[in-house]
């Protein structure tokens, strides 16, 4: 494991007037008007905007028509922020200083709702249900995305760790809690509370446990220093990775295939271990196959496909299309420049995020962003920003999992 943690409308005249303003170290909401001679980046702001993209850089957001690519808000927000799906049609969660922030994407502004805590980290979707995790007090907040459409805090269920780590929850179908186990120095497994917070069943065999994916069938995996855990049907079971170190941090799932796509790292004392091997975990044979793409990647890197295709954004440049049944790469498309993954976790660098049959690519060092039909493999859209951005995401309103980092 990455030795640091990895937990952490206005319209008018008058705001026509106040582009260049940010409101407040607090995170007020702007409008940019930054335009270029070619047409680059142009931002409007509208009353709502179709399929919202969100992208963060160094002191705010950016919004994005997911079609067109147009940039049509910006929004001041300090420090280093993160983005991830609600799991509506609408809103994204922000991870900001204080917690989670809940950002209308569509109606291009932050709401009143927000989840304050220390270190806020992982963001689960899965059966209808939006886990945040927040690694500063061991607090797992579980609500509906749905109810965020009446625009109050939703009521939810809530569960405090035995101790504050950096940690995952899901919460399944049958209202079960998967949540993980371990300490600041040290993390050792997960747990599963069923719906009235009563621990049904434990694995403390997982050292260093990061990061969750969900598979056909319910089939939910936890990352290992040696392997996975994977829960399914009140059991779990792991699966050994080759390796004695063979760690398993990061994972990506698909409701339509039973495999898992995951990263592979073998050096546990390396300050930054750049990959070229993927983990294919079937949770129906309980086994893990390693592929080698012959590229590195990073933990910003991996996605599925609307057929549950594997694919990994590589530093060679290209989206490597894998299928998760034989490992074979099927296709190779060209997204954007050769690229090296920086030391610090928290510095830019291309990053993947995908809905539906439509691929987006961001390049910060180009300031670009870019999308591509993962059927064709044409680039269909692009934009060029004021500035290069960090992390990637956007609405998406399903119930499936969607796990990075």
Not at 1 to 10: D, V, Y
Not at 199 to 220: F, L, Q, S
Not at 243 to 255: F, K, L
Not at 279 to 291: G, H, M, P
Request: contains cysteine; hydrophobic residues 35%; charged residues 25%.
């Amino acid at each position: 494991m990455n030795k640091s943690i990895r937990g952490r409308a206005l319209t008018g005249t008058a705001l026509a007037l106040a582009v260049s303003t940010v409101l407040a170290a607090c995170g007020g909401e702007y409008s940019s008007s930054d335009t270029k001679a070619d047409g680059a980046a142009s931002a409007t702001p509208t009353a709502t905007v179709k399929d919202p993209l969100v992208a963060t850089f160094d002191g705010g957001l950016y919004i994005l028509d997911g079609e067109s690519l147009k940039l049509t808000r910006t929004i001041g927000l300090p420090g280093f922020n993160r983005v991830n799906p609600a799991g509506d049609k609408d809103h994204v969660v922000v991870s900001t200083d204080t917690g989670f922030r809940l950002l209308d994407a569509t109606g291009q502004a932050l709401t009143d709702i927000e989840y304050k805590g220390a270190k806020p980290g992982h963001v689960v979707r899965h059966a209808g249900r939006t886990v945040l995790f927040s690694d500063g007090t061991g607090e797992v907040n579980v609500f509906a995305p749905a109810d965020l459409s009446t625009g109050k805090k939703p009521e939810g269920r809530t569960y405090t760790s035995a101790e504050a780590h950096h940690g995952v929850a899901i919460e399944l179908a049958n209202g079960e809690l998967l949540s993980t186990l371990g300490t600041e120095e040290k993390r050792t497994g997960a747990l599963v509370l069923d719906e009235n917070d009563k621990e049904i069943t434990r694995n403390e065999k997982c050292p260093g446990v990061h990061g969750e994916a969900a598979a056909r069938d319910e089939a939910v995996a936890v990352g290992c220093e040696d392997g996975v855990l994977i829960y399914q049907d009140g059991e779990f079971t792991k699966v050994d990775a080759p390796d004695a170190y063979g760690r398993i941090g990061n994972q990506a799932g698909s409701d339509t295939s039973p495999v898992l796509l995951g990263d592979y790292k073998t050096d546990p004392e390396a300050e930054l271990e750049r990959p070229t091997r993927i983990s294919l975990i079937d949770t129906e044979k309980k086994k893990l196959r390693l592929v080698d793409l012959g590229t590195s990647y990073s933990f910003r890197s991996l996605a599925r496909g609307p057929r549950g295709e594997a694919l990994v954004l590589g530093t060679d440049g290209a989206i490597h299309v894998i299928d998760p049944d034989t490992g074979r790469t099927e296709k190779k498309i060209p997204a954007v420049g050769e690229w090296q993954e920086p030391l610090d976790w928290q510095q830019a660098r291309p990053t993947l995020f995908v809905r539906d049959d439509t691929a987006y690519v961001s390049d910060p060092s180009g300031k670009a962003l870019l999308a591509i039909d993962l059927a064709t493999g044409k680039k269909i859209a692009s934009v060029t920003l004021p500035k290069g951005t960090n992390e990637l995401s956007g609405v998406v309103a399903d119930g499936s999992s969607l796990q990075r980092r």
